[in-house]
């Protein structure tokens, strides 16, 4: 795999800057709902936030776009395609799996897209699995596997060939995102999966389709059954 190196971006824009950014801004609107729920609104009343999460993250990913080498579109062909699909649809049926007490950290409002007469409002669900499916897997592999992964390996991350990163740097890579999620376990699991899947093959499309299908498809079954605290 040749070195990704970066392109004219923003002025004093940075490599690393450039990926983590985006993922700063999502974070920064998770605060905000926690804020405002501990000031009493429920999460009902912040559901419109999340459109306006991924209107700022894809912003951010715009205003950088020209400094993610690593998303410049080469192809995939159609068994690695399959593959990256058959560990996104994997990682799905293990995240509604690993949902024993032990396996999470505290609980999580999720996300119920229905009306006060309790209709499904299916705008809100369009954009809540559009978000989760599109938007989100650029952000966080760009942040976890592209930045993390092979900074964790050396701080010349851009110069990191990914089947060249060190155990040591996955683990702490696949920790990490565990925590960043309510299911710990489940994160842990997915991680790993996008982990490998991305320095065996060295192409970050892999890991983003594979995360794109695990969220589009648990969107779908959260749909489908109203298990509506997995979002």
């Known amino acids: 795999m040749k070195p990704y190196i970066s392109t004219a971006?923003?002025?004093?824009?940075?490599?690393?800057?450039?990926?983590?950014?985006?993922?700063?801004?999502y974070l920064?609107?998770?605060?905000?709902?926690?804020?405002?729920?501990?000031?009493?609104?429920s999460a009902q009343d912040t559901r419109w936030l999340y459109g306006i999460k991924i209107l700022a993250v894809c912003a951010a990913l715009v205003l950088y776009w020209?400094?993610?080498?690593?998303?410049?579109?080469?192809?995939?062909?159609a068994p690695l395609l399959a593959a990256s699909a058959a560990i996104g649809v994997a990682v799905?049926?293990?995240?509604?799996?690993?949902?024993?007490?032990?396996?999470?950290?505290?609980?999580?409002?999720g996300f119920d897209p229905r009306g006060a007469d309790g209709a499904i409002l299916w705008g809100l669900v369009a954009l809540r699995i559009?978000?989760?499916?599109?938007?989100?897997?650029?952000?966080e592999e760009l942040f976890w596997r592209s930045f993390l992964l092979r900074?964790?390996?050396?701080?010349?991350?851009?110069?990191?060939r990914t089947a060249a990163v060190s155990l040591k740097a996955l683990v702490i890579m696949v920790v990490l995102f565990?925590?960043?999620?309510?299911?710990?376990?489940?994160?842990?699991?997915?991680?790993?999966a996008y982990g490998l899947l991305y320095m065996r093959s060295g192409n970050l499309w892999t890991a983003i389709v594979a995360h794109g299908v695990t969220n589009g498809v648990l969107g779908?079954?959260?749909?489908?059954?109203?298990?509506?605290?997995?979002?």
């Open 178 to 192: 565990g925590f960043e999620h309510n299911l710990w376990l489940a994160g842990m699991v997915a991680g790993l």
């Open 66 to 77: 020209r400094q993610y080498g690593e998303l410049e579109w080469r192809g995939l062909r």
């Open 130 to 139: 559009a978000g989760a499916a599109l938007v989100v897997p650029v952000m």
């Open 151 to 160: 900074w964790l390996h050396s701080p010349d991350f851009l110069n990191v």
């Open 28 to 41: 920064f609107f998770i605060f905000v709902a926690d804020m405002l729920a501990r000031m009493g609104y």
């Open 92 to 109: 799905f049926v293990l995240w509604i799996s690993l949902d024993a007490g032990w396996m999470q950290i505290g609980s999580a409002d």
């Open 9 to 25: 971006g923003p002025a004093g824009s940075a490599p690393a800057l450039a990926r983590i950014v985006p993922f700063a801004v």
């Open 220 to 231: 779908v079954w959260i749909v489908v059954t109203g298990n509506w605290h997995y979002w």
